[in-house]
Structure formats: structure tokens, C-alpha cells
């Protein structure tokens, strides 16, 4: 809670027999002084409280784990914004009920996050446990890649929490207060796991919007190389984990990439047209299947670059294709009048928040819209949204719409999301960010 200033006479007290140079300094600090013991955290055995308002525990009955400032009372805000960002508190009903326990965040639309529904506190015991029974459930993955998705924030009951490992580099983002404050419990718990190289990339727009500094560090071990090489279904990637997107590869595509080999694989000299390819996974994958050809398209150079690395290191080099640099919506507008057997669309987040959802939507249609002309009839669209804003059903209704204003015919024949490192609470359905639909034109 705020403390009050010091007496002056104390103050007198202090500065006595100090230089004079001294005294000043102390003095200049002397309105910091509140505000800094204010930031200390509660002693042991005296819990924070914050009570919600009354009506507003329903969605952590349910087991839902955001609270908006909307559902806590006014003295439950003031303490989260007097106590250090990411300190965990317990979470009360109206009454002084006992809910969850959840670290507060300050400057978030989500104020409070909850890191347990029982009575015990999160600390390192509890990290410890959650990340070791993340780390078993993604063994079986071992098998396909060496590319995977260790935690998976709330589902794996640690929000705001990404763990990715690429071969022996562990690359962690903290996109939350809390795991923002429990950093060091973290970095123990996964080197606890066998992993002694961790490298930190919370330099996301979500931390960002958090309202923390977020940024780059290496946390354990040496410097990650430039290069990582992982293996995922037979090909071999290079993995940016410093300057990459997301943490240096679309981990949560490694299904969608296998699927795209078993369409391709009963085709006779099929064309693929891949847009936003960044590295070529999709493209390699076509390739491997035996695709007559491959247009990938992307507006970043350096993701081309490393992607002809890729097609040379695959032993691919001499297959047909381009890797074209170019505004995607351009380049399809410039490839009308031809067609492809398969077409994958798999844009950035179009929506990165509620208020830019009918732009958002406008956009999913105009570039799907030009995809479906593309489409030679039998031939397959993926078609992706990573925008966490966008449900399956909006989405789903956005290609029914293109399709429809294409004039063509099509049929849904599957429903797509990420991997099964990639898992999602029941309780929150909210983790799902990537959806995706596979229509064949008829």
C-alpha cells in the first residue's frame, strides 16, 4: 500500500554530518522515495486481495482466465496499479470469496491473468511442475521434427508464456506481466528440462500492448548461431531464432506443410503458387511431393534469401520455380490468366485487435477472392488466418463470400489449425489463433 513521507525531522536526522554535495542528491530523490516502497512486494504470508464486482466472478467459475478492469472493483484496481507489475494476487467474488490466484498487469486491457484456480500461489514449485508436464506431453512430436512447441501460454496454464525449441535452442517470449515477473523462476524450470541455451524474444507487438519493455536477451548459454538447422518431415530448415518472424519459424504450419505433400503427391506436374512464403516451407514441401512447379511470393528479400538457402540445402536447387519479391495482392492481381493446381494463402495478422476486424475482413476477401481465379477447377485453396480476432466461423463466412462473388463452385473438404504442440483450453477458446480452410474448386 502507498507510504507516507518520512517525518522532515527524520529526514534532518539523516543528513546530518553529510557533504553538502550528498544532502542534494538525497533531497532530488526525496519524491521517488514513496513510489519506491510502494513497488515493494507484500511479506510473506500476507497475500494481495482483489475482489471483483459483484456479478462479475462468472467467467472464472468457468474457468476463464482474463479479467478486463471491467470485473474488478475500484480498490482491486488501485492495488494492482500500487503493486509491481506482474505480482500475483488472489482473486476474490464480491464477497471476499476465495476464486484464483493471477498476476496483475497495469497498463493491460487484461488486468489480471490466472495462473491457478487452487489455493497455491504461483512460485517456482508450480512453474517447475507446469513447464516439466509441458515438456513430457510434447516427446511423442520427436519422431517428425526437432522443431516444436514446448509451452503454449494458457493452455499449458502458464499465460503469456511461449516456449519454442529449434534442435538444442530454446527461444522464450514473455508476453504477459506475470511472465514477465516470473523470467528467472522460467529460465530455472526449462533448464531444469536438459536445456542449457534459452534465448529471449519478447520483442512482440503483444508485449508491447502489455505495456512491457519486452526486447531480446540471451538468458542461458552462448549466443544463438545465425542459422539453426531443424528437420521437420524429411527437409531440413534454417531457423533465424535472433531476427526471424515469431520466434524464427511458423512452427504452427508443420501439419499444414505435410498436408500440402499428401494433396500434391497423387497429381500429375502440378503447379503450386505460394504466397507469403517467407522461408518456403510450403514451397519445399511442393517440391519434395514432386510439384512441376512453384511461385512463392513474399515482400521481405531476406526471407527469400534464406529460402533459396533452404531450396539448395534440400537438394532442389535445379526444381522449377521463382521466389518473387513482391506485394502479394500485386503479384496476384499481375498473374490473372493463370492457373494453378494449388494455392496456399497464409498472410500476417490482418486483425491485430477487435477494432481492426472489418478492415481485417475486407482484406481476407479481396486476397482470396483473387486466389479463387487462379484456381484451375479440382485444384486446392489453403487459405490461413493468424489473427486472433478473426473466429472460424467470421473467417468462414468471409470465404463463403469470395467464393460466391468469384462465381465458381466449391466444397469445405477440412478445417485446419495448428499443430498438436500447439494445444487450446477449453476454457479458453481464444488461444486458437491460426484457422484455416481447405476448399477444392468444382
Not at 496499479?81 to 493471477?102: I, N
Not at 518431415?233 to 500440402?260: E, M, P, S, W
Not at 507469403?276 to 513474399?298: H, K, P
Request: charged content about 20%; hydrophobic content about 40%.
Amino acid at each position: 500500500m502507498p507510504a507516507s513521507r518520512a517525518p522532515k525531522s527524520t529526514l534532518r536526522w539523516i543528513f546530518n554530518g553529510l557533504p553538502r554535495s550528498t544532502t542534494r542528491r538525497i533531497r532530488a530523490l526525496q519524491g521517488a522515495v514513496p513510489k519506491l516502497i510502494e513497488s515493494i512486494p507484500l511479506r510473506p504470508g500476507t497475500p494481495a486481495r482483489v475482489k471483483l464486482r459483484s456479478g462479475k466472478d462468472r467467467s472464472l467459475l468457468r474457468r476463464h482466465p482474463w479479467l478486463y478492469a471491467g470485473a474488478i472493483s475500484e480498490e482491486g484496481i488501485k492495488l494492482i496499479e500500487q503493486l509491481p507489475s506482474g505480482y500475483p494476487v488472489q482473486v476474490c467474488d464480491a464477497k471476499g470469496q476465495f476464486l484464483a490466484w493471477a498476476c496483475g498487469s497495469p497498463r493491460s486491457s487484461i488486468r489480471l491473468r490466472v495462473w491457478s484456480f487452487h489455493q497455491q500461489a504461483p512460485d517456482a514449485s508450480l512453474i517447475r511442475e507446469r513447464v516439466s508436464r509441458a515438456f513430457a506431453r510434447r516427446q511423442s512430436l520427436l519422431a517428425h521434427s526437432n522443431a516444436r512447441r514446448m509451452v503454449f501460454g494458457e493452455a499449458d496454464g502458464l499465460p503469456g508464456l511461449i516456449v519454442d525449441q529449434y534442435a538444442q535452442q530454446v527461444v522464450l517470449q514473455c508476453l504477459s506481466a506475470g511472465a514477465d515477473y516470473f523470467r528467472g523462476q522460467i529460465v530455472e524450470a526449462i533448464q531444469a528440462q536438459g536445456m542449457d541455451a534459452i534465448y529471449e524474444r519478447s520483442d512482440a507487438a503483444g508485449a508491447k500492448r502489455e505495456g512491457l519493455a519486452g526486447g531480446q536477451a540471451v538468458l542461458l548459454g552462448p549466443e544463438p548461431e545465425a542459422l539453426i538447422e531443424v528437420h521437420e518431415h524429411g527437409l531440413r530448415f534454417l531457423v533465424d531464432v535472433r531476427h526471424g518472424h515469431k520466434t524464427g519459424f511458423y512452427i504452427d504450419q508443420r501439419d499444414n506443410r505435410a498436408l500440402v505433400a499428401d494433396l500434391l503427391s497423387g497429381m500429375a506436374a502440378p503447379r503450386v503458387l505460394n504466397c507469403f512464403c517467407y522461408t518456403g516451407g510450403f514451397s519445399l514441401a511442393a517440391w519434395r511431393a514432386g510439384a512441376a512447379e512453384v511461385i512463392s511470393i513474399d515482400s521481405s528479400e531476406a526471407a527469400l534469401e534464406q529460402a533459396r538457402w533452404q531450396q539448395s540445402l534440400n537438394g532442389l536447387e535445379h526444381c522449377n520455380g521463382r521466389w518473387w519479391e513482391s506485394n502479394v495482392f500485386e503479384a496476384l492481381s499481375a498473374l490473372q490468366g493463370e492457373r494453378f493446381d494449388l494455392i496456399v494463402l497464409d498472410p500476417p495478422k490482418f486483425a491485430p485487435s477487435s477494432q481492426h476486424v472489418d478492415r481485417a475482413a475486407r482484406a481476407y476477401k479481396e486476397i482470396n477472392l483473387k486466389a479463387l481465379a487462379l484456381l484451375r477447377p479440382g485444384g486446392y485453396l489453403l487459405s490461413f488466418s493468424c489473427s486472433g480476432a478473426i473466429s472460424l466461423d467470421l473467417f468462414q463466412k468471409i470465404m463463403a463470400g469470395a467464393v460466391i462473388d468469384a462465381g465458381v463452385d466449391a466444397q469445405l473438404l477440412r478445417r485446419l489449425a495448428a499443430g498438436m504442440d500447439h494445444p487450446m483450453s477449453m476454457a479458453h477458446p481464444e488461444g486458437e489463433y491460426l484457422k484455416g480452410l481447405l476448399l477444392q474448386r468444382v
